[in-house]
């Protein structure tokens, strides 16, 4: 039953009460059919039958009613002597006259029915004639009893002849009607049986279908939704290439395209963290090439300063000296300038990578969100199956109901009952199975999405301890350019030699603190980046927990 796999659950769980319905129909068509025909046979015994063998009946009792009257005739003639009144034979004549019109009109009757079949008609017609002899015997008898009473008697004999074998015929045609009529009896008997043995067969393979159905349904919801069950049992151990088999169109295949899905966003999202834990990575590691440069320049700078101050007590040794340092001095600033707007620009790219996740991560908790979606709607429909399946079991009890009201005849049929009701109650077991599962779903959902929130504190974290170095890097670019504009300063010193060597130290001591103040910088953007590559590392380890598909 491959078509089943394009109904949805619902549809499904209709499939079994219709075939019930079906074969309830089937059974109530042949059972009114076999009552039908029954009672038509019935019909045919009562008022053909027996009407017949009534009919025949009564006219045999006329026949011998007249017969009776001719041999009252016969015993007063013979009384008489032949001396009889008139009279008085006259009226055992008209009794007998009227038993004779009696059997007559009888046998008329008779022969005007439609339903005779050819071989009653035959032994009809035979009765028919025999008895218009006996008419006309009789008819005899009454003339010569009016006027030959002496020879009346005589023709008793010869009347008495003709009705035996009258009689004999109307044997014969109430033989035949006994006959017919217990043909007529085994047909009823042989058609009870047919309709007997069509209802069994109808009923076992309702039952067989019924059977079939239910199982072909149960696996047909079960599978799939373990196959979702073992799948996300690995979603939770980090499996990121398991899918599950999308089987049919009903509401747990939607499912299953839903859960496919949201394996492959999350996948997606992941693979996305992968690369931007990476990225993190690396620019950790420039920044800490650019922190070393930061404090090599601030060494040197610390050098020049020292230099410069040698220079101070060593003015003597003339102004070419103090210009070479200066000079000297003027390269590490330019060097320390240019590192610390390294660093800048990669907090900058940091920056919008720690972005790039957190963009990821929301991604990943709408695709969670939408998964939640997808299994309050399995707990929609589960609850259409629970309903449907209390409304089968409720037809199942009408029907056990029914079928106990029926008696003997409703036994097998109160069977299939039960069994429907069995398997509606199985039907609500597998939904709260269902059900269960659907929840255990929801709780890991909200794992995964605490999870995720977890991370997007991290993320916020990270971003603002990013924006604190950036801007104790600007401190720090503000400083060297400070010291730059210090260098220009002792440059012009130098060249204006005029003002003297009070402003020389002025300048030197302003050096020197911008110097510390360097160092100082440089120490807090080092523990920076230390953090920075600290969390680089976590978010890998997080990350690889996860597998891919290649």
Known sequence: MSFLKGLSIGAKLLVLPGI?????????????RGLATQQAVIEEIDQLRFQQYRQVLETSAASQAAMVGAYAIGARILESNGQASTEELESYLEDMQASVDDMRAGLDKVARETRLGEEEKELYRAVQEQAAVVGEGLADFKRTALSDQIQAASLLGRVRADNNGLQGQFNRLLGLQAELTSRAFAEAAKLQQQVSRMLVVV???????????????RAQIIRPIREI??????????????????????????????????????QQAMRQVAGVAASVGASAEELVGASARVAESSTAQAGAVGAVSTTIEQMSDGIAAISTHAESLRSCAEASLRGAQDGHLALSRLLEKIGNVRFAFSAIRGSVGDFVESTTAITASIGQVKDLSAQT?????????????????????????????????RSATAANSINQLTMKLESQSEVVDEALSAGTVALDDSSRLLLELESTLQQATELVGDSTRGVDRIADAVSVQSEGGRGIVENVEHISRMAGEGDAITHQVSRAVVSLRELSDELNLAVGRFRFEA
């Open 20 to 32: 019930f319905v079906l074969a309830l129909l089937l059974v109530s068509g042949l059972a009114y």
């Open 203 to 217: 009923l076992l393979g309702a039952s067989a279908l019924a059977i079939v159905v239910s199982l072909l349904l």
């Open 229 to 266: 069950e073992q799948a996300s049992i690995e979603l939770r151990d980090g499996d990121l290439t398991r899918r599950v088999r999308v089987m049919g169109r009903d509401e747990v295949a939607h499912t299953a395209q839903a859960f496919n899905q949201l394996i492959d966003s999350f």
């Open 393 to 425: 079991s409720m037809l199942a009890l009408n029907a056990a109901i029914e079928a106990a009201r029926a008696g003997e005849s409703g036994r097998g049929f109160s069977v299939v009952a039960d069994e429907v009701r069995h398997l509606a109650q």
